[in-house]
């Protein structure tokens, strides 16, 4: 597969981030329409993500980096990380370089998640995963390059932060993705594949780690980047705890229940892969409990911010309650 267009970030202005004069202004009150939010938020970031890589010598390798990125999806993980800045008193324009490499990172796990050693997927977000269109080897190097750019990124596109407020950022990416993170929870859940005596526990550690570790990267790096509080860190801390786990419960549910054509990838894998789940080991209505007790933690966390907190609990609300 080629992409015939070059783009060229460099010759755009602000190397194609978005600054606040081209944003549209949302009134938060307690009508919060989270669709228009989400729709809105979500343009913005495309475009972002669109202009954030251009195609060079090798090309293959450039191509297929854009394919996954610009594969579509929730965009949820940047949208997290915008409105946590926002809500801290930071802009957008702050924020975008660093809701982009979130999402390149997340990209990168999708990635290589399929690849036939992983999950062996062949649908992604409704599309040919990344080594069926590009082969095995140019996957593995696509989510090694996009890893590796979200950082170059961060450090090279963020403006008007303070350096040592970047730095606490790009140490939070790459913990929430390393063996501490992202990586460990793989690692267990790969190691736990077909055992009929995995533990809650034990289960709860992939799902916070393998999920929930880049999604409070999300939310904290936002705040750290608006100058949030030390006892507001903690807050959006826990909150995205609570949302991480609900979210890959809520997932964990969705695999049973939804179609390949609502998720956008392979229906019943976990069960087919024997992966321990929720409703494997809770069962279907005590994990949809344990969801909604997750999301009202979350949302606790953020009543001291009175109505300013509605984009991110109208983001709890979604991950409970999106079919796919």
């Known amino acids: 597969m080629r992409i015939d267009k070059v783009y060229n970030h460099d010759a755009m202005p602000n190397n194609g981030l978005i600054t606040n004069s081209m944003l549209p202004q949302f009134k938060i009150d307690t009508k919060f329409d989270i669709s228009s939010y989400l729709a809105e938020r979500k343009a913005l970031i495309e475009k972002a993500l669109d202009n954030s890589i251009r195609i060079v010598y090798p090309e293959n390798i450039y191509e297929a980096m854009r394919y996954s990125l610009l594969a579509g999806g929730k965009r949820l993980r940047p949208i997290l990380c915008l409105a946590s800045c926002e809500l801290s008193g930071g802009t957008i324009e702050i924020a975008i370089p660093t809701a982009c490499a979130l999402e390149m990172i997340h990209t990168m796990s999708l990635i290589h998640d399929d690849l036939p050693a992983m999950d062996n997927d062949d649908y992604r977000r409704g599309k040919w995963t990344n080594h069926k269109v590009y082969g095995e080897s140019i996957a593995i190097l696509a989510g090694d390059a996009l890893l590796s750019y979200a950082f170059e990124f961060v450090a090279t596109q963020t403006k008007n932060v303070l350096p040592q407020q970047i730095l606490q950022v790009i ?13 460990g929870g793989q690692v267990v859940d790969l190691a736990s594949e077909g055992m009929s005596d995995v533990s809650e526990e034990t ?21 750290i980047l608006a100058s949030a509080s030390q006892a507001n860190l903690q807050r959006f801390s826990r909150y995205a705890q609570n949302i991480g786990l609900a979210f890959q419960i809520v997932d ?36 949809r409990i344990q969801a909604q007790r997750l999301l009202d933690n979350a949302k606790a966390e953020l009543e001291v911010f009175g109505e300013k907190a509605l984009p991110l609990m109208a983001l709890a609300d979604f991950i409970i309650n999106r079919s796919n």
Do not use: Q
Request: hydrophobic share 40%; glycine share 12%; net charge neutral.
């Open 171 to 183: 140490a939070s990416l790459g913990r929430a993705v390393g063996a501490a993170g992202l990586v």
């Open 203 to 223: 289960l709860r550690f992939i799902h916070t780690h393998k999920t929930g570790s880049l999604l409070e990267a999300c939310v904290i790096s936002g705040a």
């Open 252 to 287: 964990d549910i969705l695999d049973i229940t939804a179609t390949t054509e609502e998720l956008g990838k392979t229906a019943g894998k976990d069960i087919e892969a024997k992966k321990a789940t929720y409703p494997g080991i809770l069962g279907m209505e005590k994990s």
